[in-house]
């Protein structure tokens, strides 16, 4: 049970002030966990499938380790909560431990941008974000690659986390303003839809504060602000606009 915000109570789960407290302790979860991924080189053989020998499988060692994580986390009820959603959930097993009983929170969909938000992480996040030395990859018995994918799954697990908690701003703001929504959605007007969820003022003073999350959690305070950073401060705030970009783009 997350200690922010109670899933088992649709009214406290649908109340605006928790879900921004919720999310702003998202955004220190992601940046802390990018500031861990970044200090490795991007690896690109990890995200090539069939390029690593894995048991039983031909697929990248990301999709790989994802899939364990999933197939483990699914036994201890992480995916039954209303905002946990898999990458692979065709890999899910049945918990060991007794259903939580979670209200209906959200209206029915079946919308997941994990497929998308991966290869927008695989293909332009990291690459802007990773460390660079100057060599070439030098194969699997001489580079960080498990270390650099359990980053990976952190990372990737957070931003699903953040991404999908759009649901439910989307379903506060339906039940405030119930008759403009309806008529947005029987119009599929996604653009009006997107601009009603939307404040756009909110999402500045979000992306200011996120620029000094990571150069703060990115300076080690014994060198002091003119020492380099353990981060490249715009690729975090890059990295929170890619998933604007995915959770504006579903908003219908």
């Not at 069939?50 to 201890?76: C, I, T, Y």
């Not at 990458?87 to 997941?112: C, Q, R, S």
């Not at 974000?129 to 960080?144: I, L, P, S, V, Y």
Request: with cysteine; proline share 5%.
């Amino acid at each position: 049970m997350d200690t922010a915000i109670d899933l088992s109570d649709a009214t406290a789960a649908l109340n605006l002030n928790n879900i921004r407290f919720q999310l702003i302790r998202l955004e220190d979860t992601i940046t802390f966990h990018f500031i861990e991924r970044v200090q490795f080189p991007l690896n690109q053989t990890i995200y090539v499938q069939g390029a690593l020998q894995l048991p039983n499988a031909k697929l990248s060692f990301l999709d790989w380790m994802l899939q364990e994580h999933e197939r483990l986390h699914s036994r201890v009820r992480r995916y039954q909560s209303p905002d946990e959603y898999p990458f692979f959930p065709e890999v899910l097993e049945t918990p060991i431990l007794k259903p939580l009983h979670y209200p209906v929170i959200l209206h029915p969909n079946l919308v997941n941008v994990n497929e998308k938000l991966k290869r927008s992480y695989v293909d332009h996040i990291l690459p802007a974000a990773c460390a660079r030395f100057d060599r070439e990859d030098r194969g699997e018995t001489q580079e960080n690659y498990g270390s650099s994918v359990t980053c990976d799954v952190a990372c990737l697990q957070a931003l699903s986390r953040r991404i999908h908690f759009g649901k439910f701003v989307a379903e506060a703001k339906y039940r405030q303003e119930p008759e403009l929504y309806a008529r947005l959605i029987r119009a599929e007007d996604r653009k009006g839809l997107a601009d009603a969820i939307t404040n756009t003022k909110v999402e500045a003073m979000v992306l200011d504060r996120l620029r000094l999350k990571a150069k703060t959690y990115g300076t080690d305070p014994s060198t002091g602000a003119a020492a380099p950073g353990k981060i490249n401060v715009e690729a975090v705030v890059a990295m929170y606009q890619v998933g604007r970009h995915h959770r504006t783009s579903r908003s219908s």
